[in-house]
């Protein structure tokens, strides 16, 4: 059962060094690890940047053409997750969401009118809406990303709730997170796209086995999931976006969650919250009582024994959270949690944890929500430590 507060988790002793490892981003959104040792952060207004033997590299490693900056409105979408197939070995194959626009006249006629207009028609749930978020797929060559190929052709965004979560998970299949496009009442409808988890094939395709026959929807009822990831027995979690106080959302706030996500799994939104639930929905395994904003999940799977098995949990309010998970049975329950980092570094959006034990995180100040600092936004390194033993 999902509740609001939980103990304190024990630290064990466990310490940790904070490290920039790169400054001057804007807006980084994703973070994904190459099997060489590199790393890709993608940067909302479409770049993919490298980082290389622990330097930014000055060019950008791919630029892409996305719907992420438009007067007075601060939009959330654009160049958003991102994630290395397992066979990147051998296919030297990336994916990314990019959200544009669905065709060249959107594109004239969003940019045109005014917000107030454009946030009008989308509470119209049948309003046809102007922006998509598509999965594309690069190809490292030469240290750069070459062959841009769109693998998803159309699914349906926002300039908020654009969703854009995006990971392989342990079946090799490539998992997709939507926001709800601020239309809740899409999260549930069968039919829709908006407010779920899509699972599709490496090539794009809709998987034979996914729970429902020609169907890519994996799991529906989300408000705004943005980041996801698996335990080691293969158990699927995610964070949520808990409501804003916004009118279409009946002025509710609060309730960000931690989520099993399971297939073919509703989670009530925007009927349920939580811990409720609403005609069979799942409840959260877990409810912060205090918004975070969760942007990013990882598993810590490194060498400090106190943390492993751990979620970390960065979120837009600017913490970074270690979450620790039970399982009884076959119901995962969240024990305990550690604050690790509290408003330090402003907003917090990903995070990655890599097989030597590192962490990194992105900053988001420079998202016109923040209070950006002249060396924002950054790309940090969280290297925990084991308890010293002093003992004689």
């Known amino acids: 059962m999902a509740t609001e507060s939980l103990p304190p988790a024990d630290s064990t002793g466990v310490t940790f060094r904070l490290d920039t490892v790169a400054t001057g981003l804007e807006v980084p959104w994703g973070i994904a690890a190459l099997p060489d040792g590199r790393l890709l952060v993608t940067e909302r207004p479409g770049r993919i940047r490298v980082i290389r033997d622990g330097l930014l590299d000055p060019e950008p490693w791919a630029t892409l053409d996305v719907y992420a900056e438009d007067p007075g409105i601060g939009p959330e979408s654009g160049l958003l997750g991102i994630a290395v197939s397992p066979d990147f070995a051998r296919t030297g194959h990336v994916y990314v969401v990019a959200t544009t626009w669905r065709s060249a006249g959107?594109?004239?006629?969003?940019?045109?009118?005014?917000?107030?207009?454009?946030?009008?028609?989308?509470?119209?749930?049948?309003?046809?809406?102007?922006?998509?978020?598509?999965?594309?797929?690069?190809?490292?060559?030469?240290?750069?990303?070459?062959?841009?190929?769109?693998?998803?052709?159309?699914?349906?965004?926002?300039?908020?709730?654009?969703?854009?979560?995006?990971?392989?998970?342990?079946?090799?299949?490539?998992?997709?997170?939507?926001?709800?496009?601020?239309?809740?009442?899409?999260?549930?409808?069968?039919?829709s796209w908006l407010g779920r988890v899509h699972r599709f094939t490496p090539d794009g395709r809709i998987p034979t086995d996914n729970p429902n026959a020609g169907s890519s929807t994996w799991a529906f009822g989300l408000r705004n999931t943005q980041a996801f990831a698996w335990l080691d027995d293969g158990t699927m979690v995610g964070v949520e976006h808990g409501p804003t106080g916004m009118p279409q959302e009946g002025g509710r706030a609060g309730h960000d969650e931690l989520n099993v996500l399971v297939a073919g799994g509703d989670y009530g939104w925007p009927d349920a919250l939580g811990g409720e639930s609403s005609r069979g929905s799942r409840p959260a395994i877990w409810t912060w009582g205090e918004p975070i904003a969760p942007g990013g999940i990882a598993v810590y799977r490194g060498p400090v024994v106190g943390w492993q098995g751990s979620l970390l949990v960065a979120g837009l309010r600017g913490r970074l959270e270690r979450v620790v998970l039970r399982r009884e049975g076959d119901v995962w329950q969240a024990t305990a949690t550690e604050t690790l980092i509290d408003r330090d570094l402003g907003r917090l959006r990903a995070v990655l944890a890599d097989s030597t034990g590192s962490v990194y995180l992105t900053t988001s100040n420079r998202d016109a929500r923040g209070a950006p600092r002249a060396s924002d936004d950054l790309l940090v390194r969280l290297t925990p430590m084991p308890p010293v033993d002093d003992s004689p």
């Open 106 to 191: 959107d594109r004239t006629r969003a940019l045109s009118t005014r917000l107030s207009r454009r946030v009008r028609g989308l509470f119209d749930e049948t309003a046809t809406l102007r922006y998509r978020n598509q999965v594309l797929r690069l190809r490292d060559a030469d240290g750069r990303g070459v062959e841009s190929e769109v693998i998803v052709e159309e699914l349906p965004a926002a300039f908020y709730h654009a969703g854009g979560g995006i990971a392989f998970g342990p079946d090799a299949m490539l998992y997709v997170s939507m926001g709800d496009a601020l239309l809740p009442r899409q999260a549930r409808l069968p039919t």
